[in-house]
Nanobody, 119 residues
Framework: VQLVESGGGFVQPGGSLRLSCAAS????????MRWYRQAPGKERELVAS????????NYANSVKGRFTISRDNAKNTVYLQMNSLKPEDTAVYYC?????????????WGRGTQVTVSS
C-alpha cells in the first residue's frame, strides 16, 4: 500500500497550490479519502474529506470556501486545491485513505508534503 503526496511548496499569501495523492496497492474506489495537516507544535487536524463515491464532502471551518477536495477513481488519485492561502495554512499535509468494513478499519497514510505560506 502506498500513498504518495506531491504538490507542496512555498507560496506567498493569497496564492494557490494543488496537492495530489497517488494511491496504489488497495482498492482506491472503496475508500474514503481525507487530507489532514499538522503545523509545528499543533495536533494533526482534518482538513477535508470525501466519501468513496464522492457523494459526501466535508471541510474544516478554517478552509471552507478556499480549499476543494476532489478525486479521480480512474487514476487512483485525490487532490486538494488550495486557494487564497494564508500563513496559518502552513503545515505538513497528509493524505489518508479510510474504510470501515465488517467492523474492521483499514487506515492508510502518506508521508506528507510541506506547504509553507509566507511573504
Amino acid at each position: 500500500v502506498q500513498l504518495v503526496e506531491s504538490g507542496g511548496g512555498f507560496v506567498q499569501p493569497g496564492g494557490s497550490l494543488r496537492l495530489s495523492c497517488a494511491a496504489s496497492g488497495f482498492t482506491f474506489s472503496s475508500f474514503a479519502m481525507r487530507w489532514y495537516r499538522q503545523a509545528p507544535g499543533k495536533e494533526r487536524e482534518l482538513v477535508a474529506s470525501m466519501s468513496s463515491v464522492g457523494s459526501s464532502i466535508n471541510y474544516a471551518n478554517s478552509v471552507k470556501g478556499r480549499f476543494t477536495i476532489s478525486r479521480d477513481n480512474a487514476k487512483n488519485t485525490v487532490y486538494l486545491q488550495m486557494n487564497s492561502l494564508k500563513p496559518e495554512d502552513t503545515a505538513v499535509y497528509y493524505c489518508n485513505a479510510f474504510r470501515r468494513r465488517f467492523g474492521n478499519d483499514d487506515d492508510y497514510w502518506g508521508r506528507g508534503t510541506q506547504v509553507t505560506v509566507s511573504s
